[in-house]
Structure formats: C-alpha cells, structure tokens
C-alpha cells in the first residue's frame, strides 16, 4: 500500500455534545442544529503548532448531523485526524476521529462512523463560571478568563457500552499536568480534582500560551489506552476515553 498517495474517506455524525444538550435542556434553552456548519478534517498537532498546512478536507454538516468528507490525504498525518466544527453559537472545536497511539501508524482504510461533538456557547460559558474567573486566571497567570481563551481539553469516561464512569481519575503522562485537570460537579456548581461526578466529565486547562502535546489516561486501569492531545488557545479539544481499541456507539 502506497501511504503516501493514500487518499481517504471521513465519515460519521455531528451532534451537540450529550452534557450540553442536557444543559440547555434544563436551562429551557434549544439545542443548536448543526445543519449547514462547515466541516473540517485536520490533523491537530498542525493545528495546534499554527501550521499553514493543517487542514486536509472540508465539507459540510447535513441537517441530520451526518457528514462525509473525501479524498482526505494520510500522508501528513503524524499525530492522529480530528474534526475541527466552528459556526454560529458553537466554540471552535476539535474532535479526533483517528488516534495514532492505536495503531503507531497513518490510517489504511476509511474513516467511518466517527462521532464529532459540538460545543455550544451557552455550554462553555456555564463550564468557565464553574471555575470561576480567579481560579482560570489563576491558572493562566493571568493570561486567560475563559477556558477558550486558555485553551482546554473536554473529557468524557465512558465504559464500553458508552455510558459515563463516575469517580474516575484521569492522568497525563506528564506529572507536571496533573494539577490542571479538574472534574466539573453534575450540577455544574463547582470543580474538584478528586475525580468524575455521575457525567464523566473532566476538563484540562491550558496555560494560554504556546501549544502542548501529551496523553491522557485512566488511573489504575490499562484497559484504557492512553490517548493523544493537543491543546493551544482559542479552541477546545473534545476527547472521550474509553476502554479498548474501538469507540463504543454514541449515547
């Protein structure tokens, strides 16, 4: 197989992610339609390093959610593809779809079934008063008063039929990371590091400064690969961590 001249197919469904739409709902807020929302395959750690080259395809949300983008080039690809969604009411966010850790290779064959999540405004901004403004600046010295400003990662533990772990730890394989992530309360009333509340949820926040590459794991059990992240301010990288090699079906 000719890797180089490889040229692949990404194909699956957008949705508002399952803890916003819940949030809105509660809220008596809409969820959002993603029909008409542009679509983009790249590969993140271009994104994150501001290279001029990170995007290798685009196309367009159906109004079911559904999306297909072709002719998507593997030659480049180092650390995995995501799915990159920004449009109206929506933070800029990055989805991966295919994780090189799994395999230590470029894709071969198609990528099919992938779930990309949305993140609305709303959302995000009931997450950062979660924090609360001094503890982000806090963490950014100062730099950041909003995860999207800071750049962040969005965590969801699920086990293998998809369904949130709750009282998990995440870890990065980088020890000074540690304290940067955080597990949101199921009533989004504060944050602890102590581990996930019934949502599985958990948040990394960045510095605000230049772009980081690490792996994010589960504490004390290597059913969980460790998964690729790039994070880097202005968007949000939306991870889900589950046990085995292959995504069980979205909620």
């Known amino acids: 197989m000719d890797l180089d001249n490889l040229r692949i197919r990404v194909s699956g469904r957008a949705r508002v992610l399952p803890e916003a739409e819940r949030w809105l709902a509660a809220q008596g807020q809409p969820t959002p339609t993603l029909g008409g929302v542009p679509i983009a395959i790249q590969e993140p750690l271009r994104v ?25 080039p593997v030659r480049e690809v180092h650390q995995g593809l995501a799915t990159s969604l920004e449009g109206t009411g929506l933070v800029r966010t990055l989805t991966p779809v295919y994780d090189s850790v799994f395999t230590g290779a470029r894709p071969r064959t198609d990528v099919i079934e992938a779930s990309v999540w949305a993140l609305p405004e709303p959302f995000h901004d009931a997450l ?28 969801r533990v699920v086990d293998a039929s998809g369904q949130p772990r709750a009282g998990v730890r995440v870890v990065p394989d980088r020890s000074e990371l540690a304290e940067r992530i955080f597990y949101p309360s199921s009533d989004f009333n504060g944050v602890d590091q102590v581990g996930t509340s019934s949502d599985g949820l958990f948040i990394y926040v960045h510095t605000g400064l230049d772009a980081e590459t690490f792996r994010l794991g589960v504490e004390g059990d290597d059913t969980y690969v460790a998964r690729n ?7 949000g990288f939306v991870l889900t961590l589950y046990p085995g090699r292959y995504a069980p079906a979205a909620p």
């Open 48 to 72: 994150a390093v501001n290279d001029n080259n990170p995007t290798f395809g685009t196309g367009t949300v159906e109004g079911d959610g559904a999306f297909a983008v072709e002719d998507v």
């Open 128 to 155: 950062g008063t979660t924090f609360g403004e001094p503890l982000l600046r806090g963490l950014t010295s100062d730099r950041a008063r909003t995860l999207r400003d800071a750049g962040f990662v969005l965590g």
């Open 229 to 235: 992240a790039s994070v880097a301010p202005g968007w």
